[in-house]
């Protein structure tokens, strides 16, 4: 009996905080659209522009903030805005491949932010460097 008592005083104990929790909805924080998740350099020479840019828009109802930018090689550089992009407004991730290494190429950018519904974004960049001719 008692560990019944135990048992629902516990429950009810559990049911009181997580009444008094705000609900958060995904739809009413930071939400990022990129215009394309994929920079496809196409066939490039050795030592070329290795200079691309993912443009996106926060299309959320707060501000949007890029805690991060992993790059799945050291051939692959990434810049992106340290400081919080407002509702409505656009920004850009600039990613530098290293164009000296020759052969194909598909590497990975992970964008983190205060997305709630995404906040981890597998950005692709691929291509073939090839020598001049």
Not at 11 to 31: R, T
Not at 59 to 74: D, Q, R, T
Not at 115 to 124: F, M, Q, T
């Amino acid at each position: 009996m008692k560990k019944v008592i135990v048992f629902l005083c516990f429950s009810l104990a559990l049911l009181n905080a997580s009444a008094q929790q705000p609900v958060v909805s995904a739809s009413n924080g930071a939400k990022i659209k990129f215009e394309s998740e994929v920079a496809d350099y196409g066939i490039i020479e050795k030592n070329g522009d290795g200079n691309r840019e993912f443009k996106f828009t926060n299309i959320g109802k707060e501000s949007l903030i890029l805690l991060n930018v992993n790059s799945s090689c050291g051939c692959l550089v990434a810049s992106w805005p340290k400081e919080p992009i407002a509702p409505g407004k656009s920004g850009v991730i600039k990613a530098h491949y290293d164009t000296s290494r020759i052969g194909k190429f598909e590497k990975t950018l992970t964008v983190q932010s205060n997305d709630a519904e995404r906040p981890a974004i597998v950005l692709k960049v691929k291509g073939e460097v090839l020598l001049p001719k």
